[in-house]
């Protein structure tokens, strides 16, 4: 079952930044937390991950708080092609993932 | 890198027959592939997971005798869904992982099943 809980929908102009937020109460001390997205009709593609640490790359910027009970997926420049189903998602100890609804971000021009 | 493709990315058969769908990892050897299920406007289901040399693993309510998995290789791995019937149209997607202690598991594009 997905241990994490995100807003069902979140919209953000295009040229700003999307904040999209993620609560993983129940995040045990060696799971990571991922990022996908998934795009209508295509397989999810991976966005990011960490642990404990902040991270970024090309793509985005994961924001882990100091008790790992929530993280936020920053995307620093939305354009229209970010429109897609976010799913924050726990890597459990059998490295499965367990997807909960994810948000869907409405990117508008 | 990473790249993960599926065949086909669309079938469509008639109720009884059975249909196979292949997940393969082009550019890396996954020594795990999960399969998942979704139907419209719902989330991914972990199905199975796939280990190259054993056998599947099945998530609690899924049939194995229905959703056979074999992972022949580390880089490729088939679903063949049995005597399918029109409750099992849906959007199957594989995804390959390498292994480690954090390593990513990275999708296909999806194959959309339609049982007449």
């Known amino acids: 079952d997905a241990k994490t809980t995100q807003p069902p929908s979140m919209d953000c102009a295009e040229g700003r930044a999307a904040n999209l937020p993620c609560n993983h109460s129940?995040?045990?001390?060696?799971?990571?937390v991922y990022w996908y997205r998934q795009i209508h009709s295509q397989g999810p593609q991976y966005i990011i991950h960490?642990?404990?640490n902040n991270e970024t790359n090309e793509m985005a910027s994961l924001i882990i708080t100091e008790d790992r009970k929530s993280s936020t997926l920053i995307l620093p420049h939305a354009t229209l092609r970010d429109t897609a189903v976010y799913y924050c998602i726990l890597e459990d100890n059998f490295n499965k993932f367990y997807f909960g609804s994810g948000t869907k971000l409405n990117v508008k021009p | 890198g990473a790249v993960v493709s599926q065949h086909p990315s669309w079938v469509i058969c008639k109720s009884g027959t059975s249909v196979k769908i292949e997940c393969r990892s082009l550019d890396f050897q996954a020594t795990t592939m999960f399969w998942y299920r979704q139907f419209p406007k719902q989330s991914l289901m972990l199905m199975a997971t796939s280990n190259e040399g054993s056998k599947a693993t099945y998530e609690q309510g899924v049939e194995k005798d229905k959703f056979l998995i074999n992972h022949a290789s580390l880089t490729l791995s088939t679903l063949t869904v049995t005597s399918a019937h029109p409750e099992d149209s849906s959007f199957y997607i594989c995804?390959?992982?390498?292994?480690?202690?954090?390593?990513?598991?990275?999708f296909g594009p999806g194959t959309r099943l339609l049982v007449l």
């Open positions: 129940t995040i045990s001390g060696n799971e990571y």
């Open positions: 995804s390959a992982r390498v292994g480690g202690d954090a390593e990513t598991q990275y």
């Open positions: 960490g642990l404990k």
